[in-house]
Nanobody, 116 residues
Framework: QVQLVESGGGLVQPGGSLRLSCEAS????????MKWYRQAPGKQRELVAT?????????SYADSVKGRFTVSRDNAKNTMYLQMNSLKPEDTAIYYCNLWLDGNYWGQGTQVTVSS
């Protein structure tokens, strides 16, 4: 069955960097678009970044993270990444990877806390 496992979260100071990973299994990873979402306390879950399966389509980003976050994928490792630079306190949230395959699949999430 489909499994998505996030890792790489933690506590970082403002201006710092983190790289999140999402390891996928149970489906043909290279055939599907993948997404990163985040949910801050008391707020709705929001889409952060999308990476498509085809090489011709550029990733898309929420305006709030453009120029700071970069999504990538390694199809040989069935893994998606989110490189987060210049982190701000407002980036504090639980980050989830997401797959749509005849329904929504979510990982368990990884906590990112940006604080001095």
């Amino acid at each position: 069955q489909v499994q998505l496992v996030e890792s790489g979260g933690g506590l970082v100071q403002p201006g710092g960097s983190l790289r999140l990973s999402c390891e996928a299994s149970g489906f043909t990873f290279s055939d599907y678009a993948m997404k990163w979402y985040r949910q801050a306390p008391g707020k709705q879950r929001e889409l952060v970044a999308t990476i498509f399966s085809g090489r011709g389509l550029r990733p898309s980003y929420a305006d709030s993270v453009k120029g700071r976050f970069t999504v990538s994928r390694d199809n040989a490792k069935n893994t998606m990444y989110l490189q987060m630079n210049s982190l701000k306190p407002e980036d504090t949230a639980i980050y989830y990877c997401n797959l749509w395959l005849d329904g929504n699949y979510w990982g368990q999430g990884t906590q990112v806390t940006v604080s001095s």
